[in-house]
């Protein structure tokens, strides 16, 4: 199993400042990671909160089951340590990805409190960034 | 419609920290709010949360509706980028409001994440800062 | 008395980057906040200077009045310190206006000196901030 | 009544990062918070949660109750201001503990937002500091 | 053409830090890129070079032929502000690219002064990042 | 042997800064600390020293006779870098003692140089963190 | 027209730190310019003041006459934002000039506020600095 | 000669702040100044300015005339380098006076940029401090 | 003899960032610099490179003959203090030029590393300030 | 009893810089000292010391007879902590003193410690510095 | 075999800053280390280069060959981190050498990126740290 | 003569951290610049201390002596001034010696306030540093 969970606001993907994120929507990102899933013949499952405990929580049972994680945490990237230190339990691989280039917009987004109990990042390269962390999960 | 959304332990004021934000209840915040909207021929719904994902919910509702906003994000004004990106969203106006003068008070309280999203910002005028609020608004 | 304090290069209004202050020039400025204080029953003096020594003294009168003061001090917000003090010496309400949102400008302009020894701020909503700072003194 | 109040993650205890934490869990903690209060003659009660909101509203029902507080805000402690500001409503005691000694491990965890508004802080002694700040209550 | 660049000290892998960067070598990681690129249709020209100039003059051909590039600019990256202007003047693709995970590595290695020109940055998924890259590219 | 060792200025308790150290004396300090040993059944020596050489060789007594020793180095906290050396060389627990909150007091006071090479803190807990901390050794 | 205009100290010329500013005075400057305008065809006005209103006001009227400035603020340039912002409002070109090599004096002197809202800077050329500036804008 | 000079706001002694300046007046002060002087047979010249240029200016006279000079800057001290500039160009012997100590208020008030370019400093004696300025220099 | 030597990526002028170097190209500069150079009756030599070791061999050179030096080292004006080291040996005049005005560029173009061993610098002024420099020079 | 203490290195006097310190001896100074207490009719007790601890406890002894304190701290000034602790226990008066203008040397010593807990503070008139101290108490 | 490496400029020693560096050549230089090796019964390459990858090139071969190495990475040392890269593969020792005493001359200078990576420093003892460290190395 | 100092928990070696100091003893070290000495035909002596005052004394006598002095200052390295000062009065050499490598530390470990007024440094060469300080001081 692997799980694609996504933070705060990336339900509003469409919607929410086309000209950074894309008009694609949240309902297309599932789609073509659930397509690629299966294309690798993996399972995954994709989801979205806007709660941090759940987050929390999902991440802890991805630890549980020893699963690996492709994690946008949106905004909390920058912040929220208890995200990160759900992450430092993970067995599996961790890799976070960010749809937009977050080196080319407001200074605090440059930093990411959760890349540090990452296997890898993947920056920039939109909905793409999910389906190649899925594929080297996959290998 | 405009929505006056209150952040974390503002449900508490009166009882919290008198000497800083004086012993009227937020139950009559709520009713300066309502009474103010009343005489200017608005709607307004004023509501409060303590959970960081129901601020981003209320915020997301406010965007589709292309609604204006009163915010005063307590102290998640210093920190949640999350809330700040709900902000981004929103078509409408977003008034960002102080009780207290935030610049008199902890170092840590002289930043504001939402201010770089904000139409404006009102700071240390008490409930009334809520009532210019809506006034500016209206106008 | 309410004493409405202009500091430098507002006496440009309207020619001055129309972009960020709009095309309203300062003598729209006086007319708006001496009609409010007509609709508002207060006596108020709109000033404007481009010496500081000048805004001193007249800060000093309202000291020595007790009056009140509504001041959008400029450029000299970010680092007259000698403004800072003559405001200190106030007896009544100090509310400091700026028309722009300064958090969404440079960096520099994002830091007052003045807000430490303000009753409160009202920054971004345009002229409609003299107004409503009017108001609140009124109030 | 004292409460014990846990933040982010710690639910995981003898899971997370044993090397960090050691290998009793939560549960243990929960045993020898009870005991110790037996011992003291004192009432307890050893909560847990993933969720700011619910941690915000378990302050406020300390503050209500004028009872002394034994808080482990586990990640929130470096940046949850809103954790913080509901720490300073509380009447009585408000011992911050931490398990691991934060000052040995990453920059980020040597600073709490919390201790300010503390009576005191327990760092590094393992569940004994529990023990320990409910001793110190109890006297 | 997709060019494949490699900065100063990578002609070294396999025997540098092997604990760091894995025991494959450079000519491993030509034959990875290759195959790629055969797999994906695409032609790739891969090189390493420890000349800033030579680096610059390479880039400054891509960008006459409007290529896309893969770059893993090595140490570079935290300082060579040449090689990033060079890198600005692309008008393909730019894709960064960072074997190790350099979040978890020294406070220095941390900052890019890449990523503000890059299309994206794949960081910490080993030689894979480069296949990554290229797929991304092809698409 | 357990050491309990107290810094400069530490002999003026009682007099000193009453309203931020109590109206209780050094002495009185060391009555409880050897009223706690006996009721703990372990030996203590308590000393204090306004000489950072004098506590470097106390410390290097410990160090040699692999006592647990009970610290506080007062002023020295926030610079001896000597004494943290000495720390460091124990081989017993090391807890680390202030009287008072230091986390509320000058912003050079929320630093402690020992910190990162003693087992534990304990801060402002008032003669009660010397009580706990033997006790704590004494489990 | 273009206008020449002079900050604090400069009519001290010859007269202040002549190891740093050479022994002529501020007339043989005006001279210097006005020989420069006349071979240049152009006319020149060259002034000199210590008051920040004066500068500003001149600032004004070249604003609004669309004229070109030669500007060295002196002092100002590093904290005068008022100076700054009346240097925004120019239609026409505004050459900073600086006698002395500012980056060679004290850390203060490094950073101009200015240079932000200037076409072009002429550092440490001495009288030629305001020379060059002319020729510039002639051309 | 020996010029006393005084900045921004010191017309206000007396008025200004009692609990940091005292009661009494700077008529008071001037008094003090020239009854000392006379004790030591030395003339002095006692002014206040609250216009930048005006200070310069007497400071111009005073390096015109070697003559000595006792400065009280007020909040000038801490920001205008035009004032630093002119102070550098005295022959005689200037001493900085503060009537309250700026090390113990504000931190933008614990840095003085004229104290570089001094002959010494005096901080926190009251008027006094004055008297033994005026002594320092009559020796 | 004067050297006019230009640093990474200048060869690529009119190329390059159309937008921030206009659309003159490298060959159109070196047009410039030599007739300017005839028109003075002086003898000048115009080079590019993008390899540090040929700049600093080229200022060894120019050291030797005793020349005066235009230098544009590009963007190693902010880091390559070996430049500034080969720079600091120059008996001639160093007149340091950028064609863009790096002030109202990235925070990191505003610092150089070589203004510090430079006679002067001229910012902004596109490629006139090459003319000017050599004109100051002959002068 | 006024007490003039000095700290380590200022034996040396005479000896020690004499471009900084003069050439006069701390046997000079101590005569300075005890000639002007004569004068004023005031007993002064001048001591020296290099070792911390001797400071302190001499700091303790004045506390105790409620005396006033003349100190130069000497390099402690800037780092002392546990002087600085001493000092705040002072019922007299204390006035800082040092022989150079601090603020014209090396930037660490531009900050003191011990000025946040003195009286006042009086830097750069050398030997006078004291004498004005006692003529200060004595008043 | 022991290499000895020189960075950028240093083929400049005599006629480079003598003030700084003394009157002796690079040629003494090699001759010194020559005689030195001689001396110790070692064989000793002596080379400088002002090209950052032959720099990184002869490290790579002193990696292959486990070779020792004395290196004065001239202007590098404070910005290559490619050259401190190729240093961390070395297997032999590599001592740092720095002719004239970093530490006493710019800011910039007192930080070197390639100690980390290093066996020992030498700082400040003129040519002879590098026959000290062909000693070192030796024995 | 020469003398060679060593600071706080010096006396330690053998048993302080081996990991980082190596297993040969205080004695050892004493052993080894003894015969050092005697190789070289000069006279050392050699001491340690934990107690400032008396490394200042120290140094004073070396300074009145005009001897040549090794000092390791241990942990006074990062903070003690007052031994800082006490160097500057050395006519004689100052060799700055570190055992182990103190770049490769704690970041606290990598400033030397002594630095700046020694001759030279030498760092992590182990005892051999003392013997190569003892050969340069003796050449």
Same mark, same amino acid.
């Given at each position: 199993? @692997? ?6 606001? &990336?339900? +509003?993907?469409?919607? *929410?400042?086309?000209? $950074? ?7 297309? &990102? ?9 294309? !690798?013949?993996?399972?995954?499952? $994709? ?11 999902? &991440? =802890?049972?991805? #630890?549980?089951?020893? #699963?690996?994680? /492709?994690?946008? #945490? %949106?905004?909390?990237? =920058?912040?929220?340590?208890?995200? *990160? ?8 691989? !961790? /890799? ?6 977050? =080196? ?9 409190? @959760?890349? %540090? $109990?990452?296997?890898?990042?993947? $920056? ?6 999910? +389906? &190649? #962390?899925?594929?080297?999960?996959? +290998?």
């Amino acid at each position: 199993m @692997i799980y694609v969970l996504n933070g705060p606001n &990336l339900n +509003r993907l469409g919607t *929410r400042e086309p000209a $950074v994120y894309g008009s694609a929507t949240y309902s297309d &990102l599932v789609d073509i990671c659930e397509s690629t899933a299966e294309d !690798l013949g993996v399972t995954v499952e $994709v989801k979205q909160t806007n709660a941090e405990h759940e987050m929390i929580d999902w &991440l =802890h049972r991805a #630890a549980d089951e020893g #699963a690996d994680v /492709v994690l946008n #945490a %949106g905004a909390w990237t =920058h912040y929220s340590i208890a995200v *990160r230190d759900a992450c430092a339990m993970l067995g599996g691989k !961790l /890799v976070e990805v960010h749809i937009s280039n977050i =080196h080319t917009r407001e200074e605090f987004r440059h930093h990411s409190v @959760i890349s %540090g $109990v990452a296997t890898g990042v993947i $920056v920039g390269l939109g909905f793409d960034g999910y +389906r &190649l #962390a899925l594929e080297h999960i996959a +290998r």
